[in-house]
């Protein structure tokens, strides 16, 4: 009876952990330094350096990884869009089948920023849109 229990957990686990998410923080760096983020107020950087490529490599291994089917990928930050080649990631992602996602504070988005996100095959975007009046903000 033990057993079944067991084996009926792990069949459970395995049903919720298939489906997955990825987050990419590709960098921490953004050209603000709001409030309610912490991120700019990390003092060390991490020793280790991710070019895009390896990010790349990492997209395309996903479908690789037994016991788990990745669904989307979210592209976050610091602020994305300050890296050049977060687009080609989208794409890559977009290209893989994979749902992508981006969080941004849309500073750097202007109409030839907004055309090159429409082609990368990015499926959504999350915008934080804050205020540095606490009054229009809250």
Request: glycine share 6%; charged share 30%; hydrophobic share 40%.
């Amino acid at each position: 009876m033990l057993e079944q229990i067991n084996e009926n957990i792990m069949d459970m686990t395995r049903k919720r952990r298939k489906d997955c998410f990825l987050t990419i923080s590709f960098n921490d760096n953004c050209m603000f330094r709001c409030k309610m983020c912490q991120i700019w107020k990390k003092r060390e950087r991490s020793a280790i350096e991710i070019k895009a490529e390896g990010f790349k490599d990492v997209i395309r291994s996903l479908k690789n990884i037994d016991g788990y089917e990745f669904k989307g990928i979210t592209f976050a930050g610091g602020e994305p869009l300050v890296e050049p080649e977060i687009l080609d990631l989208v794409s890559v992602a977009a290209h893989e089948g994979f749902f992508t996602v981006m969080s941004s504070n849309g500073y750097l988005i202007d109409e030839g920023m907004a055309k090159k996100i429409a082609f990368s095959g990015l499926n959504s975007i999350n915008l934080s849109l804050d205020s540095h009046n606490p009054e229009m903000h809250d």
